[in-house]
DNA sequence: GCCGTTTTCGGCCCGACTGTTTTCAGTCG
């Protein structure tokens, strides 16, 4: 089993802690972070870029050092410099760490005075009420850390982007009716459309932030005050979902949106550019001196460090601030550029509406066409169309079209994959549709070489157009198959297929690391809502979110092309 | 451990809140 990017993150990060409770130097430990973070980000396997013999030192925050450990990774699957630390600092106290309230400190302190190995030591430790007679801790500490662990046992999962915006909504609309309260919006992962969200971050601006805050401790729908001053506030919702609470004065608003959309990591790069130039740039501005040169807008702070205005979606500190330096940031693709969806169901298999009604909602969202793609036989479950079936549906779509004036419905289906890579339609009818959209759904559990090969095979059919959700992931559900994406793409770019960005909220899938990758390599991508019914059809805001998190402008994008020029990308030779 | 149009050595983001303390260290984001 190869390496993946995950496995040496996993490494390096718990390398990282262990080596913070053995007092190592604070920038070796932020090393292995950063390293751990850029890894994680990237599009391609590093197991992969080293056996193409690419020298790693070239990537952000990777040394000579780190190149050489994560080669011995990729070798050996282990770290042995991990390993011996281990032999003198317990493993499990990396666990420990995760937990809210302990940092190296207090881990090391709980680990040399109570001998507290593990979760278990620790939350005997507390009920025994000793954690309290170690100088530094009281019985407040105790409290804390038993909630923690009770809530570890639980585990809330991070919420998909969507559902963090419902919680958000009534939220936003309480705090906007306090008086005095000018703006209020949320920043961090949620502004920069990360697929799932840890937590809310809120920020307000108000001329006196008393009210505010205590609107927002008060609000029903908060079970714990996790902290409360007078500028910020945490809490923790009855579903377990932390929201933070800033208010910041008006001439602040732009520093501290800026501030609190993050990354973390691409606000370090950020401040020490600001450092390197003789500034300071905080939450509440950019200071020369004592005198502050921007805050009021995001746009000031980045024009002021000398960079073009950087879209919270692009803010990972993957490139973008020395994009936007040299002035070449992309053109994010936007909801607006789209001309049509190239990928939904109707009541014909297992979608919940009739095709005129799914028309009705493609016409209501502004699109040239869409393209009704349902399941096929295979799928039994969902009602798959076989040959006939799907005959008498492309004949529907004919007499539909008459109708609709210069909308076009678009012939398709969404033809199984089988294992063998065969399509599960023949080849006299996949050459009537206008695009034929792939997809696996069944042996998600072979091999990664096997699964790869399969879908090539599937993409050397010359009516294969498009592969839907490519990996096969369902957030909170199911992870991604095994699958080599990069040769799956280079496989695509070769025969002139296209992948698919599928924006239900779930699957969001392709990832956007896989959608940066996509673009480096010159392949274009569908964003499709797989809809099942009408409604379901204004996902594609999703889709394109991710979309732009992979640095996609509106040329990358197959469905922002007009028709005509969609057909001449969709036939291949 | 990384990195370099101020540097190959000496830097490495910045501030709020808590719990414990009596002026601050630790943690978090």
């Known amino acids: 089993m190869p390496v993946s990017n995950g496995d040496i993150a996993r490494i390096f990060e718990r390398y990282a802690m262990l080596l913070e409770i053995d007092d190592a130097n604070p920038f070796r430990v932020r090393a292995y972070q950063n390293a751990a973070r850029v890894i994680q980000g990237l599009p391609k396997s590093v197991a992969d870029l080293l056996g193409e013999g690419e020298d790693l030192t070239q990537l952000e925050g990777i040394g000579k050092d780190l190149a050489g450990k994560i080669e ?59 954690i309290r007679e170690i100088p530094g801790f009281g019985p407040k500490t105790e409290h804390k850390v038993l909630n923690a662990i009770a809530r570890r046992r639980g585990r809330e999962a991070q919420l998909q982007w969507v559902e963090a915006e419902q919680v958000a909504k009534p939220l936003l609309r309480e705090l906007r009716t306090v008086t005095g309260v000018n703006t209020v ?21 108000a001329g006196d932030s008393t009210r505010v805050m205590q609107t927002f401790v008060n609000y029903e729908d908060v079970a714990e005050i996790v902290s409360s001053g007078s500028t910020r506030a945490t809490v923790r919702l009855r579903n377990g979902l932390q929201v933070d609470l800033r208010v910041v004065p008006e001439a602040s608003y732009g520093a501290a949106l800026q501030y609190f959309t993050g990354s973390k990591a691409h606000n370090i790069a950020l401040r020490a550019r600001a450092a390197k130039r003789g500034l300071k740039l905080s939450e509440y501005g950019l200071f020369k001196g004592r005198a502050r040169v921007a805050g009021r807008s995001e746009q000031e702070i980045y024009r002021k460090l000398k960079l073009a205005y950087i879209e919270p979606e692009l803010r990972e500190d993957r490139g973008e601030i020395a994009a936007a330096e040299q002035r070449t940031l992309p053109k994010l693709v936007k909801v607006d550029d789209l001309r049509g969806d190239l990928h939904c169901h109707t009541n014909a298999s297992d979608g919940r509406e009739t095709m005129p009604a799914m028309v009705r909602g493609a016409q209501e969202l502004g699109y040239e066409y869409l393209a009704i793609s349902d399941h096929t036989q295979r799928l039994r479950i969902a009602n798959g169309l076989d040959a006939k079936r799907l005959r008498l549906q492309l004949a529907k779509i004919d007499r539909l079209n008459e109708t609709l004036g210069r909308f076009r419905l678009l012939k398709s289906a969404e033809v199984d994959i089988l294992e063998d890579g065969s399509l599960d339609l023949p080849d006299e009818i996949l050459r009537d549709l206008d695009v034929v959209v792939c997809a696996v759904h069944y042996k998600f559990e072979l091999p990664r070489k096997r699964q790869t090969e399969r879908i090539i095979r599937a993409m050397d059919n010359r009516y294969f157009n498009i592969l839907a959700h490519p990996s096969g992931r369902l957030l909170g559900e199911r992870d991604a198959y095994p699958i080599d994406m990069e040769r799956l793409m280079a496989a695509a770019v070769e025969r002139g297929c296209f992948l698919e960005v599928n924006a239900q909220p779930k699957r969001l899938d392709l990832t956007d690391a896989d959608c940066r990758m996509a673009k480096d390599m010159g392949l274009k991508l569908a964003i499709s809502t797989d809809s099942h019914s009408a409604a379901q059809l204004a996902n594609m805001r999703l889709g394109v979110a991710q979309a732009r998190r992979g640095w996609l402008e509106a040329g990358d994008v197959l469905n922002a092309q007009t028709w005509p020029a969609l057909a001449k990308l969709l036939k291949r030779s």
Request: charged share 35%.
């Open 72 to 130: 011995e990774i990729v070798r050996t699957s282990r770290l042995g410099k991990l390993e011996a630390l281990e032999k003198r600092v317990p493993a499990a106290l990396a666990e420990l760490m995760a937990l809210p309230g302990l940092g190296a400190k207090r881990v090391k302190l709980l680990h040399e005075k109570l001998e507290v190995c593990s979760l278990e030591d620790l939350e005997r430790a507390a009920r025994t009420g000793r």
């Open 185 to 205: 919006v949320v920043a961090g992962s949620f502004r920069r459309s990360r697929d799932t969200v840890g937590d809310l971050d809120i920020l307000a601006t």
